[in-house]
Each structure stands twice: as structure tokens, then as C-alpha cells.
């Protein structure tokens, strides 16, 4: 049996943030379709608060590649034994070519994904 094709693909696998008490910290993942389908993404978090991450919403056209930037917010204090336990999930879909990101009503874009 072949395996599943993967609709979207992610680079880095894994988010590592330079931590600095009081300072921003960035990173990017780049994001690439590997379909001839266009695909809507979102980004969730276990802690929201706690990112900024820009695009958290977007379509992508065959074959398209974008960079989300995930923004760590200052922090008043370290984290408990310098661990992080915060996680991320990418859902994506195949959606219509004519779909608009913008127009598309909250509810709808759950229902896609």
C-alpha cells in the first residue's frame, strides 16, 4: 500500500526560540503545498497568549510555499526548568481555487478543517 500523500509540508519539524527575560524571540517555518490542489492552513497553539504567529490563516496555491513566523511574546520569568511543553498543530484542506481567506466566515473555515 502507498503511502499517504502529505498535502502540506513543514520546515523546521520543530520550533526553537532563542529565550531572553523580556525580549521577543522569532521563528519562521516555511510551509509548502505539494498538491496541484489550493490549500487553506490554520495554526493553533496550546498557548495562544503566548504566540504571535502571522499568518495563522492562509490559502496556498499548487505547488506555493509561504513562511509563517511564530513571535514568542516577552516572559517575566524563565520557564520551569527551561522546558517548554507548548505545542502546535498546522491543519490544512484542499479547498476550491476561487476561495477567498477573507471572506470566509469563522464557522466555514471550521468546517473545512
Do not use: G
Request: aromatic letters at 8%; one cysteine or more; charged letters at 25%.
Amino acid at each position: 500500500m502507498a503511502a499517504a500523500q502529505h498535502l502540506i509540508s513543514v520546515h523546521p519539524e520543530e520550533l526553537k526560540f532563542r529565550f531572553e527575560l523580556e525580549k521577543l524571540s522569532c521563528c519562521d517555518l516555511k510551509v509548502t503545498n505539494n498538491t496541484e490542489h489550493h490549500v487553506l492552513f490554520k495554526v493553533k497553539t496550546t498557548s495562544p497568549k503566548k504566540y504571535f504567529v502571522r499568518p495563522n490563516i492562509s490559502m496556498m496555491h499548487p505547488w506555493d510555499s509561504c513562511v509563517i513566523r511564530v513571535t514568542l511574546q516577552a516572559q517575566r520569568e524563565y520557564p520551569l526548568n527551561m522546558q517548554c511543553k507548548d505545542k502546535f498543530l498546522l491543519l490544512s484542506t484542499v479547498v476550491p481555487p476561487n476561495t477567498s481567506v477573507d471572506a470566509l466566515p469563522e464557522d466555514t473555515v471550521r468546517k473545512y478543517i
